[in-house]
């Protein structure tokens, strides 16, 4: 559908716009009276959510590249079916492959208490056939008001169970200085530190930040509370559908290696992802669903 398509079908006056945008591809603008946001329909990412008056609270790279096939560095990507390396082929992409497709915009609706919700979806096809041989639905909820709340549905349309199925909202969140600040919420968890070969640990104190952090929190349903110095407020990231939680800074070096990321961006940046991952994976019979959510706010 062409952007003028989406904005007869979906648009809405002044609150839901379709644009073209970087690279040419299609992107929603959303306007309340709460907050602005933009989604792209490439991995149906949201990829900036502001409340008015805040700083932006994701943080984007802006040397990214935008095309269908390669996913979006920031915002929110949508990781499934399986989160990090494919379990047995390192042929296949990292965090699945529904972030670098093109998702369909199924609903757009300005809700009566001002807030707006965004529907997309992305059913498998040929070309998720040849990577992951099932059949599925998956529906993206996005409602942007005082909190954004995203829900990934995921559905098994087969007529086998789908076990090991892994999922992330892998939200980058932007912070005035990722050294300063501390993640709350997460005391006495355990966690795999992916930086030190999965050995498993357990957290003191609040997260702070002085090298790479690249870690899974496991079985936790906690909120994080990012509390942030510099910018003087706290993002508070609750979930549902999801027992664990990863927390992921780069530092420089592996800043410096990745080509899409700018080299000095780590310091403003900090992933607090709702996953399915590790010990946390899940099965699908087949007709069944599962709902994965993130609502952020800033306080
Ligand atoms: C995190 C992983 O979820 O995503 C990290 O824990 C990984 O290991 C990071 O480096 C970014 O992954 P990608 O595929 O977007 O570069």
């Known amino acids: 559908m062409t ?5 007869q079908r979906f ?6 716009v379709f644009q073209a945008g970087q690279g040419g591809l299609s992107k929603i603008n959303i306007n309340n009276q709460f907050a602005t946001a933009e989604i792209y329909l490439l991995g149906g990412h949201v990829t900036a959510y502001q409340p008015h008056g805040q700083a932006p609270v994701l943080w984007m790279s802006d040397i990214c590249q935008f095309q269908v096939g390669t996913p979006i560095r920031g915002g929110i990507p949508v990781i499934w079916p399986w989160f990090g390396p494919h379990p047995h082929d ?13 998702w369909q915009v199924d609903n757009t609706e300005a809700l009566a208490d ?6 997309l979806s992305l059913n498998d096809d040929v ?10 639905s998956l529906t993206l909820q996005i409602t942007v008001g005082e909190t954004l709340q995203v829900s990934l549905i995921s559905t098994n349309r087969g007529d086998e169970t789908l076990d090991g199925l892994g999922a992330a909202l892998h939200t980058y969140f932007t912070v005035g200085d990722v050294a300063q600040i501390a993640i709350e919420g997460l005391t006495g ?8 070969s999965y050995v498993r640990k357990t957290q003191q104190g ?5 090298s790479e952090v690249d870690r899974i929190y496991l079985d936790t349903t906690d909120v994080c509370l990012i509390r942030d110095p510099v910018l003087q407020r706290t993002m508070r990231v609750s979930k549902e559908g999801s027992q664990s939680t990863v927390v992921w800074n780069p530092w420089i ?12 961006g780590y310091s403003g940046m900090v992933c607090v992802e709702t996953t399915r991952a590790a010990n946390d994976l899940y099965s699908l019979a087949p007709g069944q669903s599962h709902t994965l959510t993130q609502i952020v706010s800033v306080e």
């Open 3 to 7: 952007v003028d398509d989406l904005n």
């Open 11 to 16: 648009g809405i006056f002044e609150q839901v």
């Open 90 to 102: 390192d042929d296949k992409p990292q965090h699945g492959f529904v972030r670098s497709m093109l």
């Open 114 to 119: 001002g807030q707006t919700c965004i529907a």
């Open 127 to 136: 070309s998720t056939q040849a990577i992951w041989p099932h059949t599925f």
């Open 189 to 196: 968890r355990d966690y795999l530190s992916k930086v030190e």
């Open 206 to 210: 609040a997260i702070t930040f002085g």
């Open 253 to 264: 070096d592996k800043a410096q290696a990745m080509a899409d990321f700018p080299d000095d």
